[in-house]
């Protein structure tokens, strides 16, 4: 994941608690599984109580292990929506 939007993704869920970017062309694309895995990581992200920031890899990886995809893909699905 490039380190400026991974920048610009923690600094969002800092600023509120955050359900994620709206869900469109970008969530579409996403296969069922990986759908499931990304809405798992903004709840457990506004379950999580503050300081969130050190927190969010962590809360990544256990979401990956659950769902059995690479944390590469969650991290992927979170460039492809902060970029823009």
């Keep these: ?3 400026l939007s991974f920048q610009k993704f923690k600094r969002e869920i ?11 062309v ?5 296969s069922p ?6 809405n798992d990581v903004y709840d457990m992200i506004n379950k999580t109580p ?4 050190g927190k969010i890899p962590s809360i990544i990886n256990q979401v990956a292990k659950k769902h059995g995809i690479n944390v590469s893909n969650i991290e992927r699905y979170i460039d492809n929506e902060t970029i823009k």
């Excluded at 800092?14 to 469109?24: A, Q, V």
């Design 1 to 3: 994941m490039s380190n």
């Design 14 to 24: 800092t600023e509120r608690k955050y359900g994620g970017p709206p869900k469109g």
């Design 26 to 30: 970008e969530y579409n694309k996403l």
């Design 33 to 38: 599984t990986l759908k499931g895995a990304v």
């Design 50 to 53: 503050d300081p969130l920031i």
